[in-house]
């Protein structure tokens, strides 16, 4: 059975879209049965040009990518998922909607890159995405089958001290 995860950033512009494309390489390379998708409670419509570049140059595919709202998932229809992750203090402050299945939640903070100076703004998304990619990889790594929801928030939140 298929592990579902959705990742929220206020935008899905940059950090979100990092760690939907990032989770989505790692289960393709590992032969992982995860899939991650990513969502904003105010999307900005468009994917920040530099989080496409890092993915690109990190050997991701990028081409279904897209700034999408978490309304795309809730209601009938929607995969489940078992794992809903932040990944912006202000998406999770935010009151989220019910999610089907009451998946697992966590928060996992990273700097906004699209906030660096321009001259520096490619290393700072080259940089967020290798923390993410870090994480990601723990992630997709855990025995989804096998952890019950109280294990995996414990694996979730020992990850986030990473």
């Known amino acids: 059975m298929s592990t579902n995860i959705l990742v929220l ?12 494309g990032m989770l989505n390489h790692w289960a393709g390379a590992l032969g992982r049965d995860v ?3 990513s ?3 105010a999307p900005s419509g468009r994917v920040n040009p ?3 570049e890092a993915l690109s140059n990190a ?3 990028t081409e279904a990518l897209r700034s999408k709202s978490w309304d795309e998932f809730v209601g009938e229809g929607v995969p489940r ?10 998406a999770a402050a935010e009151q989220c909607p019910y999610w089907p299945g009451s998946p697992v939640q966590v928060h996992w903070g990273y700097a906004d890159p699209s906030n660096a100076a321009e001259p520096e703004k490619g290393k700072a998304f080259e940089l967020t995405r290798q923390a993410i990619a870090y994480r990601m990889l723990q992630l997709v ?3 989804f089958e096998r952890l019950s929801d109280a294990d995996l928030q414990a694996a979730l939140e020992k ?4």
């Open 9 to 20: 950033c206020t935008h899905n512009s940059a950090r979100s879209v990092l760690s939907e």
């Open 35 to 37: 899939h991650a998708y």
């Open 39 to 41: 969502a904003g409670s």
């Open 50 to 52: 530099y989080a496409l």
């Open 59 to 61: 050997g991701v595919r």
């Open 81 to 90: 998922m078992r794992v809903v992750i932040t990944v912006c203090d202000s």
């Open 141 to 143: 790594q855990l025995p």
């Open 159 to 162: 990850i986030s001290r990473t």
